[in-house]
């Protein structure tokens, strides 16, 4: 059973940093995409960043230049470090692995399209404040 599951969330304010983690299991977690996503209240569920089973990287516009995605395989772990953070990066952040594929769509803001995922954690609150 393909389980993910994310921590490092916290209230942090305007221009700081925090890292999320995301500890994957139950699949073969080097043969298929990783994404994070966020999900603010009232609004649409968005693709954060992506990484591909060779280690390439996608980034949503928004977030191009201060965060970063990366992985460690032998950990079946995921990172997002976040820095420059702003109010407006305040949402749910979840982790979600590709359903069996390696490939993804790309979502209307350059980041990853949530329809091509299908496992996700339970997500991570991520608070800025001004």
């Known amino acids: 059973q393909v389980q993910v599951v994310e921590s490092g969330g916290g209230l942090v304010q305007a221009g700081g940093s925090l890292r999320l983690s995301c500890a994957a299991s139950g699949y073969a977690y080097s043969r298929y995409c990783m994404g994070w996503f966020r999900q603010a209240p009232g609004k649409e569920r968005e693709g954060v960043a992506a990484?591909?089973?060779?280690?390439?990287?996608r980034y949503a516009d928004s977030v191009k230049g201060r965060f970063t995605i990366s992985q460690e395989k032998a950990k079946n772990t995921l990172y997002l470090q976040m820095n420059s953070l702003k109010p407006e990066d305040t949402a749910m952040y979840y982790c979600?692995?590709?359903?069996?594929?390696?490939?993804?769509?790309?979502?209307?803001?350059?980041?990853?399209?949530?329809?091509?995922?299908?496992?996700w954690g339970q997500g991570t609150q991520v608070t800025v404040s001004s």
């Open positions: 979600a692995a590709s359903a069996g594929r390696n490939w993804y769509a790309l979502g209307p803001r350059g980041g990853p399209h949530p329809a091509s995922f299908g496992h």
């Open positions: 990484i591909d089973s060779d280690g390439s990287t």
